[in-house]
């Protein structure tokens, strides 16, 4: 972090010299007005005009990182916001939060994205709606001068210089062999990605189908995106329901898939009878493992996430190397580990 620490030491040397400028150039106006009404109010107000800049300048010495996430609604993206947060204070920089409020909304995530670009500020940490049409806006980014990190869900590019991410991949390959487990090997599973084209719930779609492959008398009965939004999770739960009779378990790929989908099996009377595994771990489906509707939660670090995001686009700034790929790790979390201690940590990493 010393390169971090001398960067904003130079802002600040810079800052008091514009500062000493501004006064020299007062001290020259009263010189130059001498004595007398006029001319002595003249010069008074000079000064109050000269006063400003440096004033401005003192706020233009706090890096400004802009941190867009895929959405606003859902308690992942607030304990993201928290890490970058945390990372920010601690090196004196400023985070301008902005999204938008659907991860459906690419067009708006652009348009956010070009206006946080054109404000000029110091650096970019972004989770991507859609992996392919946010490209463009990254490669502006770059052209500006701009460093870019990624978060949780990229863009198909190379441009940003680290991923902070879940290897969702990995982790949905983890969800593949705890839902296998609880529904004894055999039978009919879905699988209720979010927003097809993002690349979060293509790699976690990846991971299941490659770990469910290996289970040969389990069958994907059924794949319906959910467009993380619960009341349409809801709707495709039932619809599985109703294809399939005999359905045997479910993985949802988020937290609006997992609530939409616990909420539809209590409401079909079958939260016993279809075991369900779900990615992250907002309140409420914290609160379905412990009364029974979720088995399984596949759960991530998303504090992490905001907080090493935010820590690597302030290195970039200051020169720094960035690693290209940070993984913040994913954790399986059922009730047979619930009540041990790092678990807890991980669950409540804002406190309860």
């Known amino acids: 972090m010393r390169a971090i620490t001398q960067l904003f030491s130079s802002y600040h040397t810079a800052t008091l010299r514009r500062g000493m400028t501004t006064i020299a150039m007062g001290l020259g106006l009263l010189l130059v007005a001498g004595c007398g009404g006029p001319a002595e109010q003249a010069s008074t107000n000079s000064d109050s005009k000269e006063a400003m800049p440096a004033e401005e300048a003192a706020e233009v010495a706090t890096l400004r990182i802009a941190v867009i996430p895929k959405g606003l609604a859902h308690q992942f993206w607030l304990t ?137 008398n389990i069958n994907v009965s059924a794949t319906l995106y959910c467009q993380s939004d ?40 079958k939260q016993d009878q279809v075991k369900l595994v779900a990615f992250d771990a907002a309140e409420e489906e914290i609160s379905g493992l412990q009364e029974g509707s979720i088995q399984a939660l596949v759960v991530q670090n998303p504090y992490r996430m905001g907080y090493a995001g935010v820590q690597a686009a302030l290195a970039a700034i200051a020169g720094e190397p960035v690693e290209k790929r940070i993984d913040t790790g994913v954790t399986v979390v059922t009730m047979e580990n619930f009540n041990e201690p790092e678990i807890q940590e991980l669950l409540y990493p804002l406190g309860k």
């Open 80 to 216: 993201i916001k928290a890490g970058a947060e945390a990372a920010a204070e601690e090196a004196g920089a400023e985070i301008l939060w902005q999204g938008p409020h659907k991860e459906t909304e690419v067009e708006k995530q652009i348009n956010i994205v070009q206006d946080m670009i054109n404000s000029g500020v110091d650096g970019l940490v972004l989770a991507a709606c859609d992996e392919n049409a946010l490209i463009p806006m990254v490669q502006k980014a770059t052209d500006a001068g701009i460093p870019v990190i990624t978060i949780d869900s990229g863009v198909a590019s190379d441009l940003p210089l680290s991923f902070v991410a879940t290897d969702n991949v990995a982790g949905a390959e983890m969800a593949a062999n705890t839902l296998a487990d609880l529904v004894g090997g055999e039978g009919n599973v879905g699988l209720i990605p979010f927003i097809k084209g993002a690349a979060t719930s293509n790699m976690r779609e990846e991971g299941f189908l490659k770990g469910i492959a290996a289970y040969p």
């Open 230 to 269: 619960v009341a349409k999770a809801m709707e495709v739960t039932q619809d599985m329901l109703t294809r399939n009779a005999d359905l045997k378990g479910i993985f949802a790929t988020n937290e609006p898939a997992a609530i939409g989908a616990a909420q539809a099996l209590k409401a079909a009377g």
